[in-house]
């Protein structure tokens, strides 16, 4: 693919918000440092099979020490906001009790760092590394670790909401609950599909017990949301069968959480699913009331959209547990490192539904793309399919704002390459290449492109 030159995109505003995002397991390192307790992930890198290369976190981007470095790095590129997550077995190890002073006193440094350079923190509470304690004593599929999360995020507002406006409780609650619990694939690894809806209404109670404490606390600004991924679905034909198969898909994708949180209910249908399955949400009373706390921004993570047919392929509507067939079709698109497809009018489509169906505020927090990067020996990277997958979904941004839907701001995955889970280091996201022998950080291509097409959209 040949880079595409940096222009203003079409349709973002002069005051839109530019940033680039990380998350604390991702890139942190210094696992055992300054009274930090194992999270979920420790222990899941640990289990032989469960990360490719048998990959762990334990020096990932060594941001922990090199974050003064790191937040020039962020202010070269000319954004105005980073958004990082807090490491929660940091700041109260072991998930109960007394903050730990030497854990907050990082992210103190890290937000004065960024205030100092001109750059709003946009903290998120959860980016998955539960300490492993509370994992132990149930996890998400257990009502305490929703108190639990409360607790800590009015100790962590308590130490940063002096400095920190922007407040995210959760990134992407239905990869916790459903990797984690249901497919297996992130930590803590369980299968078990009752288990992950336990840990679905568990993670939206959480969320809404924190809400409601950041809410009581008087005298500061607060801009308050949740972050979902979710993608566009669309039917592979106009069958009935296809038509409901997508519905299905949505329900458990995304309506099971935007219901609760925008409307204070489950949706209808989606709990007749889930009864079908033997399964029944935890639900107490009061706990719809907390989860629908008034949210003033709603992230949205976006990387690719799916079509759904509700027959297999040998023509079958049902599957062996006699539930109805969804299957996912591909567009037949080209696909990203993750095998993912690229679809950008998808992230249009998606924007524009959620503007008109849950009319909030939103904000992409996550959108960017894996590569197989080839560097050069001084560690440039020439990454014009990532550029040109920034460009277009940039693109679909503007034309989503064009069509009524309120964007507020957009956030590059990732900063970094960093540690991608499942697929340890293999996978690079970043628009900074990290060279794991050296720890060198090289903007790429995709790096500089962004930097000056925030510049041309900034000053048009
Ligand atoms: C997001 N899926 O995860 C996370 O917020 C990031 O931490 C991560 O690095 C990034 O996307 C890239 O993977 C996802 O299976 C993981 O659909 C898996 C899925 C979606 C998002």
Redesign the pocket.
């Known amino acids: 693919a040949v880079a595409a030159e940096p222009q203003a995109i079409p349709g973002l505003p002069r005051d839109f918000r530019w940033g680039v995002?990380t998350?604390s397991y991702?890139i942190e390192g210094a696992v055992a440092e300054d009274g930090r307790s194992p999270s979920i992930w420790d222990t899941f890198c640990r289990v032989p099979g469960a990360v490719v290369n048998g990959e762990n976190g334990d020096v990932a981007c060594d941001h922990y020490h090199r974050y003064t470095e790191d937040v020039d790095l962020i202010a070269g590129l000319g954004v105005d906001a980073y958004r990082f997550s807090l490491a929660w077995p940091r700041i109260q190890p072991g998930g109960s009790g007394p903050v730990n002073a030497r854990g907050i006193a990082f992210y103190d440094r890290l937000v004065d760092t960024l205030l100092d350079r001109g750059i709003t923190p946009w903290v998120t509470l959860y980016?998955?590394d539960l300490p492993q304690e509370l994992e132990d004593a149930g996890g998400w599929p257990a009502r305490d670790t929703a108190l639990r999360f409360a607790d800590y995020a009015d100790l962590a507002h308590d130490a940063l909401g002096d400095r920190v406006v922007h407040w995210t409780t959760l990134?992407?609650p239905?990869?916790s609950a459903m990797?984690g619990y249901d497919q297996g694939?992130?930590a803590p690894g369980r299968k078990d599909f009752g288990a992950a809806m336990h840990a679905v209404h568990h993670l939206l109670l959480g969320h809404g017990l924190a809400a409601r404490r950041l809410r009581a606390k008087g005298g500061v600004d607060l801009d308050l949301g949740i972050?979902l991924?979710m993608?566009h679905a669309v039917p592979a034909s106009d069958s009935e069968a296809d038509l409901a198969a997508t519905r299905r898909a949505d329900g458990l994708a995304a309506r099971v959480y935007l219901d609760p949180l925008v409307r204070g209910h489950y949706p209808e249908d989606v709990v007749e699913h889930l009864a079908s399955r033997g399964v029944t949400l935890p639900v107490q009373d009061g706990d719809l009331a907390a989860i629908s706390t008034p949210l003033d921004v709603l992230g949205v993570?976006y990387?690719?959209s799916h079509r759904f047919a509700g027959t297999a392929e040998d023509g079958s509507t049902t599957d062996a547990d006699g539930q109805p067939v969804v299957r996912a079709v591909p567009f037949g698109r080209p696909v990203t490192a993750?095998d993912?497809e690229i679809v950008p009018e998808g992230l249009t489509a998606l924007l524009v539904r959620l503007h008109e169906e849950y009319g909030l505020p939103l904000v992409v927090t996550?959108n960017?793309a894996?590569f197989d990067d080839v560097a050069e020996a001084d560690g440039t990277v020439h990454d014009a399919d990532r550029t040109a997958y920034f460009a277009e979904h940039l693109r679909a941004v503007g034309a989503a704002r064009e069509a009524g839907a309120d964007v507020r701001g957009y956030f590059a995955?990732?900063l970094f390459d960093?540690f991608?889970?499942a697929?340890g280091y293999d996978?690079r996201?970043g628009i900074v290449r990290v060279d794991y022998d050296t720890q060198r950080r090289t903007v790429k291509d995709s790096g500089a492109w962004y930097r000056d097409t925030v510049r041309l959209t900034r000053g048009r």
Do not use: I, R, V
Request: glycine share 6%; with cysteine.
């Open positions: 995002a998350s991702q980016h998955w990134n992407e239905w990869c990797l694939l992130h972050t991924n993608g993570n990387y690719s993750m993912w996550e960017g894996a995955w990732s960093n991608e889970w697929y996978k996201f």
